[in-house]
Every structure is written in structure tokens, then in C-alpha cells.
Nanobody, 119 residues
Framework: QVQLVESGGGLVQAGGSLRLSCAAS????????MGWLRQAPGKERELVGS????????YSADSVKGRFTISRDNAKNTVYLQMNSLKPEDTAVYYC????????????WGQGTQVTVSS
């Protein structure tokens, strides 16, 4: 049974940094894309960033480009989201998710971790 467990969320002041981690277990994740999505109250879920199995291809939403960096450690089946220069509008529940390469929808999801940025 595939499980994704996020950690690293919390409360931070604007301009601060947080690093989210997501550990995957219960499967073989070769050729899986790992991603981070977020959802703020009253807003639609947004893809923040994703990274291919090799790490060669990454995607970052325009809203976080230059501030957030996604990376992965395949030996640990873990994906990270380094968030710098945080803004109050980054406040949301952040979800880790994975999907097979070539599949559009994310298949497995973590439980989510709250990130709150105070002004």
C-alpha cells in the first residue's frame, strides 16, 4: 500500500523559509513524477511544482518561481520543497502527490501539511 507522509509545515513570518519533505513507501517509484500541490481556503488546488524521476525535468508555478525549489532523493524515495521568501498568499495546505510518467492525474496523495505565513 502506497503511503506518502509529509512533514515540515508550520507557521513562519513573511520573508521566512520552510522546507517540506515527503517520504513515499509501499511501492516502487521508478518513473514516477513527484509533485507538490497546495490549496488555500476558498481557492482551487494549485500545482506548485513537480519533478521527474531523474530530476532532469522540473516544473514550477509562476507564482513561486525563483522562491521555491523542488528536489528529490530517489535513494530515500523522498521529495522536498524548499520555500524561501514566503508571502502571506503562500498560506495553504500543501500536499505531496505522485503519478506515473505520462499519466495526467496524480494517483497517490499525502495527508497534507499546513503552511501559514504571517504578515
Amino acid at each position: 500500500q502506497v503511503q506518502l507522509v509529509e512533514s515540515g509545515g508550520g507557521l513562519v513570518q513573511a520573508g521566512g523559509s520552510l522546507r517540506l519533505s515527503c517520504a513515499a513507501s509501499g511501492g516502487t517509484f521508478t518513473r514516477y513524477v513527484m509533485g507538490w500541490l497546495r490549496q488555500a481556503p476558498g481557492k482551487e488546488r494549485e500545482l506548485v511544482g513537480s519533478i521527474s524521476w531523474t530530476g532532469e525535468r522540473t516544473y514550477s508555478a509562476d507564482s513561486v518561481k525563483g522562491r521555491f525549489t523542488i528536489s528529490r532523493d530517489n535513494a530515500k524515495n523522498t521529495v522536498y520543497l524548499q520555500m524561501n521568501s514566503l508571502k502571506p498568499e503562500d498560506t495553504a495546505v500543501y500536499y505531496c502527490a505522485i503519478r506515473r510518467s505520462g499519466v495526467m492525474n496524480y494517483e497517490y496523495w499525502g495527508q497534507g501539511t499546513q503552511v501559514t505565513v504571517s504578515s
